[in-house]
């Protein structure tokens, strides 16, 4: 009597096949977690652009008073530093100078990319409403980048990141680059927004894209 003998193992084909379809499988988990963490970042960058908004809000009607020639100028909020070279810095200083009504200011380290969240930050804590409602804004998005001598008194720079790690940019001047940070020339404060502008580069880390986020 035939005994039938039958095969347990593999064949090659059958192993490409199994390994192919765990590649796609674990493909397909990536993206999903992928996905998700971007979702997570996403809705941690809106409720930081609402805590923002809200600050700004806070800013305005407790109307901080302005020094210098800003005094008059009809500004409601921070100043827009974002047109300033980096080897401008005389004048960026100048301008915080006057519209603080400050014998001295230094700013130190000046990033012309990142100097308008800076200074939007700096501004905020002037108000102390303002401050209370930047202090629910998640710690790993501050980053402290340096230092703001006034007047001999030493104040945090502080920089405002997205969960990804890029500088926000904030934009109250309506000639100011279409909301990309490309700093060229002192800035003119000629014709402000009714509410700034503050926006995420995204997921992608570039500003201008369609994935970029912002409080409007």
């Known amino acids: 009597m035939k005994t039938r003998k039958f095969k347990t193992g593999l064949t090659l084909l059958e192993m490409l096949l199994v390994l192919a379809i765990i590649t796609l499988l674990a493909a397909m988990v990536v993206g999903i977690a992928a996905r998700i963490d971007n979702q997570g970042k996403e809705h941690l960058t809106k409720g930081t652009l609402a805590l923002l908004n809200g600050a700004l809000g806070q800013?305005?009607?407790?109307?901080?008073?302005?020094?210098?020639?800003?005094a008059n100028a009809g500004l409601h909020f921070p100043l827009d530093c974002n047109g300033f070279r980096l080897d401008d810095a005389a004048a960026f200083q100048h301008t915080l100078i006057d519209a603080l009504g400050a014998s001295s200011v230094t700013v130190n380290p000046i990033d012309p990319n990142s100097s308008g969240i800076q200074i939007l930050?700096?501004?905020l804590t002037r108000v102390l409403e303002s401050r209370k409602t930047l202090d629910q804004i998640e710690e790993s998005l501050?980053?402290?980048d340096g230092i703001i001598d006034m007047d001999g008194r030493p104040y945090p720079l502080m920089r405002i990141i997205?969960?990804?790690g890029t500088a926000l940019h904030y934009s109250y001047y309506r000639n100011d680059n279409n909301n990309e940070p490309q700093p060229s020339t002192e800035p003119?404060?000629?014709d402000p927004r009714a509410f700034p502008v503050i926006t995420s580069a995204g997921p992608d880390g570039l500003f201008g894209t369609d994935d970029d986020i912002t409080n409007r």
Not at 59 to 70: H, L, P
């Open 121 to 123: 930050y700096f501004f």
């Open 162 to 164: 997205d969960p990804w």
């Open 142 to 144: 501050i980053a402290n």
């Open 59 to 70: 800013f305005r009607d407790y109307g901080y008073t302005y020094k210098g020639s800003f």
């Open 188 to 190: 003119e404060v000629t």
